[in-house]
């Protein structure tokens, strides 16, 4: 098994989710079919480098939607369960070694 763990906050709330899979071999399957389709879609090395080694939803829902659905069409194939934790923040402070 393996597990992707990431974390988001806005103003009121910390966020950490994962994305547990079932087979390292299926994950890295899915991943390198991904990759393997979108090598050919028109990404500048830095934000390539930004998607492809951290997951920057930011970029691509702003630059690169196609990707973004792409991705999530991978990850739909693959058997997974989702965990996650929310931490509603108390003060709008929320400092690193509290996450």
Do not use: W
């Not at 990404?43 to 829902?61: A, G, H, N, Q, Y």
């Amino acid at each position: 098994m393996i597990l992707f763990v990431d974390e988001t906050e806005c103003e009121d709330y910390f966020i950490v989710a994962g994305l547990l899979t079932d087979s390292k071999l299926k994950t890295d399957a899915t991943f390198k079919k991904f990759t393997k389709k979108v090598k050919n879609f028109p990404i500048s090395p830095k934000d390539k480098e930004k998607i492809f080694t951290e997951f920057k939803s930011v970029i691509l829902d702003k630059k690169y939607q196609r990707i973004k659905v792409c991705m999530l069409e991978h990850i739909s194939t693959m058997n997974y369960s989702i965990y996650y934790a929310i931490y509603k923040k108390k003060s709008k402070s929320f400092y690193q070694q509290e996450k």
